[in-house]
Structures are given as structure tokens and as C-alpha cells.
């Protein structure tokens, strides 16, 4: 059910983080170890910002590893902060509409995970996304709808308070259909300053997360790594799994929390969905 | 804004109709003569019936003119009722899931028009249709949503009731907008057994539709044509445009009219939208 | 590196053979047990025989198991002989002029293996086709040149012969530029009656092949099958690996043989490359 | 048959050349007015050089002109050399083997035109090209034959000597087939530095080819339009058809000639195919 990567920090030639010696996310399209999938072939997309206003986004129905434009691509794209995702499909179909990451004027999304039950609740997610930004629904996968919903409840303001709405919106609706477990997996979105990181499934037993260890650190632990030198000191990769064979190099997030990088600031807290206020008009 | 055939007859390979020497669907697909965008190369689609529950359908995002696919299967597949279908596509994306025709249970569904500002109505569309069907809705293409609510109105009972109330609850929620031609187009929908098509548009100046002669005139009209010997007595194509080389052997369908064929029974009626009752809930 | 199955016998629907309930064919493009890649997801194809004079030929570069397409055209096209590939890349393009099976004429043609150190050799290879087969060739594959080598050394009279003579040739070339094991893999080609196959590789550690048992043990085996009631005796499916979930119905086909089937017609004999004779211009 | 452009001069964003306001090369994808084919819609490619080692190459089997992706590449990838390519295949196939702009090295080449009889001479050509460089053909287009044998013919020392001696051989090779006009076209190659433009045909009615006035005659010609502003005194765009909305803005390349640009320096030339010596060993 997909795998993802996310970077901020010092900009970097996108295949220096992508086709990594050793298991890279490239790889993982093939041969995922921590995913609920072990193969990542439907499709695939990679977002990034650089001088111009909005992210650029490109996207492939194609597998990744054998996709020779993103190769290209991420031979020439320089960002100081990218996304890629590959994807799972389960249930959606396999198409450019339905690939991550998802954009809105400076904003990326992607997510690796699902919603129980979606079939059953999408109509009423839907109509809770804000009409003005309705329109702008263009595929079908439940990620997009999270997204819309997010980017409704204020995702621009603030990510956190946003996306803890939106997951509680889907826990109570799934809940009233009788769905245990609404939601399951991690998220991260960016504007091109900071990034953020969410970790959480509502049986507490989310996807895996990794975030990179603070850079000076990793040039101690691997002092011969000519990569490390050129990366600035508050760079960070956010992984479904680790890439690479750096081993010490990478801290698990925690269940239920979310973090931000970017710009040299780091954070991380517990995550909590928030339930609807009454105020919400939830569908009988 | 698309090009489409539609067969009934005696079993015939689709190749036979969709690759005739001259003008054929095909040619169309680079250069229309009739058609609102000359080229419709933004995909196509292939319905065929045969002995299976239910229809057959074939879609791809490449043109039609140079697709191999669509060559060898043509050249393959023999049918008594079949839908081809080239798309020009305006503001939907390309993909399979938006290319004509529409599938529902033994149903097919195809369009060359479109809803005009259907970006401000869609949505209240969308809450028009039947939320057992909702599920289904794959792409984000306008005819699919028009399908949708002929299913919600009773298709399958009666199409053309159905597609008056669909195309009178567009023209509806359309000029509470403020639009002056809501819709515009022409439709063709069978089960296998017969097929219904329409043509109509709010502004009285529909796209072009064409029907076959009868074919015992056709072979009056062409004794040397040996096609024409093969085809059982109620054969009809239905076309946006002619396609072959045959003056004298299409009529064009009326404006604001119906037409039924298949099972030797041949009918034309004008056509009329009806308006929503007051017991449907327009939204404010 | 790919999988393949062929059926040949009573007409069946290709979806029953495509995607049976367990471990089917399509399940092994993303999980494959026996083959040397577990995935295999750069396109497939599906070659089939009906009453038309040549067979059709479907090819596509997505993964097989999520193809829409696939399934759709399994679901609907019935055959007495065909064949079904998912392919796994190794070195060239993921394109449709790639996948498997390649035909020629009323011949069908694929392979699963390689040619070791094809591109040092590939052009003395392809000067060895016959000049007027060279326009056909259009894609990069290995497998094709092998199989217009096949067809420049007789395939449509002796087809043994013709493989025995590719091969030969093939290892004789290899062998000039040092390589130890120049041929691993098997063959079908078949032309509409009958159909071969062949395993056989220079190491003699050929890749897995599989035939299902005589139908009348099978439904002895399996009295309840019903889908074994509908096959005709003679009914034979030839595969990478086995499919489904009936343990006792494979015999594995030996290592370095040759069989062919069809037309109640079955035969198995050891396999043995054919050196060039002298008269064939060696390139020094 | 194909339209190109390439561009020479200060960095700007792929889009500026692209998607000018008005009879754009992607508009030309649709509609070309000075084509042979008026629709180019079988793929594209765009070539860029940057500050990488190797030009970047994207190529899209897709029609330009609904592609998502070429907009957002087009909107985010700045150089000061590249070039678009948009294809109306004639025999080869709809693949990106088969998409210009070809690269080996920091080379870049694209053709507009045809070999006549190239399926004839194709084997004779191919056997011409340099052993070291066979391996490296991967479609089965004539432009790209056509690159390895100047390629072959020393295209990186002196590009106007091996393009006159690649044409001189197809010349040569199709006359004896009794070919009257061989070629046919339009060629620009670059390293990244200079480009190099040639129209010619053996028939001297050769596809057009415009090269933009200087930048100063154009700043002066239309002092209001920004865009000129931001260009370098010496850039260049040459293109298929003039693009935009700027009459006087373009110069007709002569019949038979070839012209550089880039790092200041601009040339033009007559062309003339340079015949095989005697050495050359022509196939009898």
C-alpha cells in the first residue's frame, strides 16, 4: 500500500535520494520489506519545489523501476524539497488522477495506508469537503478526498490541527457504518518551508515511518560518506522504510505523532484525531 | 468533442465497420469533417455484446488511429450489437476511466456533447445520484455523471424517460446558474438487444447523427456491394458522422429526436427534457 | 524473467485459464514462486486463434495485474489454442513491440530466459535473419531475433529443427566471445493446431516448465472440477509454473526436451542445439 | 510529419517556447498549418541541457497537447539549449524508443522527414553504423538510424561533414533501389554548445525551416513585449513553422542549407550530400 520519501534541506540532485546503492525507494517498488505490499507497481509520482510558485508534480501510471523519464528526471532535478511516492492500488484505479502526491497552489500531499470502509463513506466525506474546492477533485482515490478535506478544515494555517480533524471526521463515519479500524497509515505535506509528518492508524498499529538522524551525526557515524558532506546540517529524509545501507542512520517515528522539519527546525509530538464538533453537520 | 458508431445487426466483425476504406471512424479520429474538434485523439473506447452476460468493453488513452489494440481486436472480435467511441477531450483528463462508453450491468453509454459550466453543477449532480450507484462513479468525465442519473431515473426501464429527466435536471440546476445552453449533444444507450439514441441540445443545434438506410435499399442502392449482402435485413449504424463512401445511404437523425433499433423494430419520436418534479430536491 | 502459459483444446474462456482462484498467472506477475524474478510486471501479452486466418495478438506495458483491459478481453474471448505472457525486463524497453508473444503469419512465438551477452552479439545474429524477414523485426528483444532466426531456419516446416538450429547458433556466436552458458530459457510456438514447447538451456539448470496431465486422470483426480468436465480429453495447458490448486495435475517437462500437443496429438523427445554447418557464414 | 524547435540563448523556462499565447508547437500538435501532416500526435520529446554532465531527455508516447507532464516540466525546467519534438509517425511505432530528440553523450538530435524505401535499405544502413555503436540503437525509427551513422561518420568532430555523409549514403543506397527522392528533411543536432540546423531534400522541396531574427531587430520590431527583454542578445529559436504572433519575426532557413547558433557565433551555409568514397565497402 505504497511506500514514500520525503526530503527537506540543502538542495540535492533528486537521484541522489531516489536511486540510492542499496535499497533504494526505486528498489522498494520492487521489493518493499516493511510494506503491506512487496510490490509497488502502480504508478508513481514526485513532486518538487524550486524558484517557481508552485511545486512541480510528475506522474506515471508505469512502475518506477523501470520508468526511464523519472530516471531522467531525478538525474536533472536540483530541490531543496521533494516528495516521491510509489504506489499499491487497492481498489482505485490505476491512473495519473489517482497518483500521489497530491497538489494544491503551494501544497503537496501524500499518503501510505487507507481508509477502511471507503466505498461506503466517500459520498459523505465528499460532500464535507468545501465546495469551492470541490471542483478541483480530479481522481478517485481516497488519499485525494482526505486531502480536499484537509485542505478544507485549514491545512494552509495549520497542518496538524487539520489533519487531526480530518481523521476524526473519517473515524466517526466509518464508526456509524460499524468499521473497527477507519484509518490506517502515514502522511506527510509540505509548502516548500517546512514539511510534516504524521504517523497514526486508528488500531494503533500504523505503517512504519522513518526520519533521518541529524545530519552532524550521521557524518560522525560515517565520516567517509562524501554525500553527507555536501548535505546542509538541518536536512532530513523522511522514509515508509530506510533507504540506503546506513545503519544507525535512521530514527523510527513514533506511533501516533507527527513531527515537522524544515528550515532548521524539528519537532515532533503525539497525534490525536479530533473528533467533529457538533457544530459539523454529520449525515444521519 | 468526440465521434462515436453504434451497430445492431447480424453479427459482424467490429473491423467491418470501424475500418472502412474511406472516412471511416478511424480517419475520424485524426480528421473530422463534422465534428466540433477536428481531431479526437484523446482516446477510445470499444463496447461489444456477444454471448457473455455482459458487454465487453475496451479502453485506451492513445489514439485511435495509430493504436495496434484496438487493430488486432477489431480484427478479432464479431458482434451483433457494438459502440466505438473517439474522444476529444475538454477539461477531463485523459484516462481510461473517462473514455466512452459507460458500462452499468448489461448497459452501455456513450456521448459526443457535453454539459456546459459543468464544473459549477457537478456536484449537485453528483448528490442526484443514487447513492447504491455512487460507489461506481470511477471517472470525472460529464457523460459518466449523465449515465449515472439516466441509471438513477430509470434507464434500464425506460431510457428514454430516463434521459429526458437527466438532460431536464441538467438544463435545471444549469440555468439557476445562469446558462443559457445547458446541454449539448448526442446519446446512445442499449442492452444488448436494442439500442436508443438521441440527439438534442438546449440551444436546437445539436451535434450531427446519422442513421443506415434500411439495408434492403442499401442493396438496391449498392447491388455490387458485397458488405452489404452479409448484413441481416434490420442492420442500422448509428454515426456521428458518415463514414464510408455510400451517398445517398445515411439519414440524418432529426433535431430534438429519439430513435430505437435492434430486433427488427425501428422507431423515431421527438424529444423533449422533462423538467424535475417539485418532489425532487433541487438544491437552493 | 517472465512467465508464460498456452493452452490448447477445446475452446475455453482465456479468464478461465488467466485467472484461476489460485496462484494463477496473473497472480505471478506480482509474485511468482518459481521464477527467477518475483515480479513480473513490464507488460504482458496474450496471442489467441480463433476462425480468423491469422491469431490475434493483445499487447500492453502495464503490469498485467491490474489491467482492466486483460480482463476484460479474457472475459470475452473464447479459443481452442492460446498463449499469455507477463514479462519481466531485463535490459530492454518496457514497450509493446517487446512483449511476448511475437507472431508471424499464423505463427506464435515466446520465450521465457535470455541470451547471455545478447548485445555482443545481437548484430551478428540479426545479419544471420533472413534479409527479407528483416523488415518484420520491431522491436529490441532477444526473443525476437530468436524467433526470426527460428523462422529463417525452417520453424513454419520442422519447428524442432528450427529452435535446434537458433539455439545452436546462438551458443556457437556466444561461445566465440567467451560466453560459458549463452541460452537459458523456454519456448512455445505454435501455429493455430499444434503447438511446442521447449526447455532447454546451455547450463543445463533450464527454467521451471510444467504440462497439465491427460484430462481424463485429472477429472479422476478431481472428480468435482466441474471446469474439467467442460475440457475436451486432449486439452493441454503448458506453463512456467504451476497455476491453480490441484496438486498431482503437472508433470514437470524434463530438462533439455521438446514436446508438442494439440489435435490429440502429444509427443516428447530430448532436446538437443544444432551447430552451424560449415556452409553457414560464421562472422569471424 | 513531425515539427520541432530548439532553442539557443540566455536560460529561460521550456514553457516561454512551448506554450506561446498563440500557434504554439503544442497548438502545432493539433493543427499544424506548414506540416506535411497536419496532426502530430504520436508523442514527444523534449531535450535540455543544463548543468549536468548529459542532456536530460522526457518522451511521452501521448499527444502533446493534453500531456500534464510536459506542462509541468515545461513550467519548472529552465536551460539555455533545448528542444521539442512532436511526431506523426509513419510506420514505426507509437513508442519512446521511437521519440525524438535521440542522445548519445552530451549529444542531442531530431529530424522532420523521412528515408523513402527505408524498410529496404534499413539492413544496408544499420550495417554501416560503427560495431561499438549498434548496441546503443533501441527503436526502429529512420531518424534514428540516420543519428548513429553520423554517429558513425564522426558527427562530435564536425557535425555539417557527417551529416552530408550520412545523407550521401542513404542517397546512394536508395538510388540503387531506384529511389528518386531518398530524404527528406529537416535536422538540428547540439552538444550543448552550438546547434547545428539542415533543410534539405533530395528532391530540393524540402520541409520548411525558420529561424528567429536577431534579438536586437526583434526588441526593436516589438518593444513592448517583455519576453525579448529577458533574452540574451544572441538567442535563437528554429522551428518546423514560425510559432507565435510576431510577423517579421522569422527568416525562411534556404533550400539546401545548414546554419549554427549559440555561444554568440552564427553561420549559415549551403548543404550538399557528400557521396561514399570507393573505400566505403557499398553492399552490392
Redesign the interface.
Known amino acids: 500500500m505504497c511506500r514514500w520519501l520525503a526530503y527537506t534541506g540543502s538542495p540535492v540532485?533528486v537521484a541522489d535520494a531516489l536511486y540510492t546503492p542499496v535499497h533504494s525507494l526505486i528498489d522498494q517498488s520492487?521489493?518493499s520489506r516493511l510494506g503491506a505490499e512487496?510490490?509497488n507497481?502502480?504508478g508513481f509520482g514526485l513532486g518538487?519545489y524550486?524558484q517557481?510558485g508552485t511545486p512541480?508534480?510528475?506522474?506515471?501510471?508505469?512502475?518506477a523501476?523501470?520508468d526511464?523519464?523519472l530516471r531522467?528526471?531525478a538525474?536533472?532535478?536540483r530541490s531543496h524539497m521533494f516528495f516521491a511516492h510509489i504506489r499499491a492500488?487497492i481498489g482505485s484505479?490505476?491512473?495519473?488522477?489517482n497518483c500521489h502526491p497530491f497538489r494544491h497552489g503551494r501544497w503537496l500531499f501524500m499518503h501510505n495506508g487507507f481508509v477502511d470502509g471507503f466505498?461506503?463513506i466517500?459520498?459523505d466525506l465528499?460532500?464535507a469537503v468545501d465546495?469551492a474546492l470541490?471542483?478541483e477533485?480530479?481522481?478517485?482515490a481516497d488519499t485525494e478526498i482526505i486531502f480536499f478535506l484537509a485542505l478544507t478544515f485549514g491545512l494552509e494555517d495549520d497542518p496538524p490541527e487539520a489533519v487531526a480533524r480530518t481523521i476524526g471526521l473519517v473515524e466517526e463515519y466509518d464508526r456509524r457504518r460499524g468499521v473497527e479500524y477507519p484509518f490506517q497509515g502515514t502522511i506527510t505535506t509540505a509548502n516548500g518551508e517546512h514539511l510534516w509528518a504524521f504517523r497514526y492508524s486508528s488500531e494503533r498499529k500504523s505503517r512504519s515511518l522513518f526520519v533521518s538522524r541529524d545530519v552532524r551525526t550521521l557524518r560522525e557515524l560515517y565520516p567517509d560518506r562524501e554525500v553527507l558532506e555536501r548535505l546542509s546540517d538541518d536536512a532530513r529524509l523522511v522514509v515508509s522504510e530506510p533507504i540506503g545501507d546506513l545503519p544507525g542512520a535512521w530514527v523510527e517515528v513514533p506511533e501516533a505523532s507527527w513531527g515537522m522539519a524544515g528550515k532548521g527546525e524539528d519537532q515532533i509530538h503525539s497525534f490525536k484525531p479530533k473528533q467533529p464538533d457538533k457544530a459539523v453537520a454529520v449525515p444521519a
Open positions: 540532485l520492487l521489493h512487496t510490490t507497481g502502480d518538487w524550486d517557481e512541480g508534480v510528475f506522474r506515471s501510471i508505469e512502475p523501476w523501470n526511464q523519464n531522467e528526471l538525474a536533472h532535478i492500488a484505479a490505476v491512473q495519473q488522477t466505498a461506503s466517500k459520498r465528499v460532500l465546495e470541490y471542483p477533485i480530479r481522481g478517485q
